[in-house]
Nanobody, 126 residues
Framework: QVQLVESGGGSVQAGGSLRLSCAASGYAYFRDCMGWFRQAPGKEREGVAAIYTPGGVTYYADSVKGRFTISQDNAKNTVYLQMNSLKPEDTAMYYC???????????????????WGQGTQVTVSS
């Protein structure tokens, strides 16, 4: 089993920054790929970024490239999502998720992730 606990959400004005954290525990093999997803009210849950932790390969949605950075601290079993230049359209519940492999082009498919955190709310005001 894998447990994921997110933290770091909050409210910020447009142009501001937030850093989300996802602390992971459990068998490492099942969480080699760590992803961040978000879901706004009335919308589908979408992939934001992912990292393949053994090699550090990262993946990003086009909508966040250049603004968000996913990183990891292996000693703390924690993955971060640094979000800069936030926009009102970034407002959503953000979820951390884990699976064994990132699968290249399939990194953003939520149905392939086996483990999910409880989510943390990010609100960006204009």
């Amino acid at each position: 089993q894998v447990q994921l606990v997110e933290s770091g959400g909050g409210s910020v004005q447009a142009g501001g920054s937030l850093r989300l954290s996802c602390a992971a525990s459990g068998y490492a093999y099942f969480r080699d790929c760590m992803g961040w997803f978000r879901q706004a009210p009335g919308k589908e849950r979408e992939g934001v970024a992912a990292i393949y932790t053994p090699g550090g390969v990262t993946y990003y949605a086009d909508s966040v490239k250049g603004r968000f950075t996913i990183s990891q601290d292996n000693a703390k079993n924690t993955v971060y999502l640094q979000m800069n230049s936030l926009k009102p359209e970034d407002t959503a519940m953000y979820y951390c998720a884990a699976r064994g492999q990132c699968g290249g082009g399939s990194w953003g498919l939520r149905q392939l992730y086996s483990y999910w955190g409880q989510g943390t709310q990010v609100t960006v005001s204009s």
